[in-house]
């Protein structure tokens, strides 16, 4: 049992990080990579377990890393990270197991909400290995640079089924495990290399290095999180659009204030802001 001030699985797999963990039959179930990964909050904790590796839901939460001394460290470089912290304590940056995933995955995302994205990375997932009722393994690469427009359109992609196979051939362009090859350099050479495939700029990168090839350093800047970032270290620009400037601005004031832990600040207040906006638009329908 990993204890509640270590871990909450459910915000994890809710917060924007990873789109295909659903809430079934009282637990939590979803793919990373090969593995099926499942779990239910008990008295005190949570109850984890992955198959057909015993250790992969280990890797996927990152559990060798203490919650605690994480946020000490976030709160010691900003006090005013510690409400946020206070209603999140169990949140966790993730660690997904398969890049291509990812990069497929946050394809989706672009002018769209949680539901429809969850709908698309589920519909591309069912084109892989089914693992569980209704589970299955990301497909390959191979397999989405063959999907068609036509059929992604039909099932709710919009533009987006044309950009999909368009950079998932673009990576095949490149050579065997491209992405996995990102990984083993720098960050800001694969956030560099990311932004040359169609598509895809300084957000979507950012969020591929963070997730994807697991950079701590990434901080992807959306509307959420540019309203704190103009909140507290940019207030003359509060208001502005997310300009190719004010991104970089933001994101080089997080990555200097919390250095190494900065995709950690990032994830909390994101979804921080995300929960406080859907509780608002909830109020107002």
Not at 89 to 114: D, I, K, Q, Y
Not at 218 to 232: E, L, M, Q, R
Request: include cysteine.
């Amino acid at each position: 049992m990993i204890p509640a001030d270590q871990l909450d699985f459910g915000a994890c797999v809710s917060s924007g990080q990873v789109f295909r963990f659903r809430f079934e039959n009282g637990l939590w179930r979803g793919v990373d990579g090969e593995n099926l990964i499942e779990a239910q909050e008990v008295d005190g904790g949570w109850d984890v377990r992955s198959s057909p590796d015993a250790d992969a839901w280990k890797r996927f939460l990152q559990i060798d890393v203490d919650l605690q001394a994480v946020h000490e460290e976030l709160v010691r470089r900003e006090p005013r990270m510690a409400p946020i912290i206070a209603r999140l304590p169990g949140l966790r940056t993730l660690r997904p197991a398969w890049p291509h995933e990812v990069l497929s995955s946050f394809l989706c995302t672009p002018n769209n909400h949680m539901s429809r994205i969850t709908k698309m990375a589920g519909y591309l997932a069912g084109k892989g290995r089914e693992l569980a009722a209704g589970h299955y393994t990301f497909p390959p690469m191979e397999t989405i640079a063959s999907l068609e427009e036509d059929e992604l359109r039909a099932n709710g992609f919009g533009y987006r089924g044309a950009t999909i196979p368009k950079v998932a051939k673009a990576v095949l362009d490149y050579g065997d495990d491209w992405l996995g090859r990102l990984k083993q350099g720098t960050y800001e050479d694969a956030r560099c290399a990311l932004m040359g495939l169609p598509g895809i700029g300084p957000k979507l990168a950012d969020c591929i290095c963070l997730f994807g090839l697991h950079f701590d350093a990434a901080v992807p800047i959306d509307t959420h999180v540019w309203k704190v970032c103009g909140d507290w270290f940019l207030p003359t620009e509060q208001g502005k659009p997310v300009t190719r400037l004010l991104y970089e601005s933001s994101r080089m004031q997080l990555a200097d204030n919390f250095g190494r832990l900065a995709g950690w600040a990032q994830q909390y207040i994101f979804y921080d802001q995300f929960l406080s906006y859907r509780q608002t638009k909830s109020q107002q329908t």
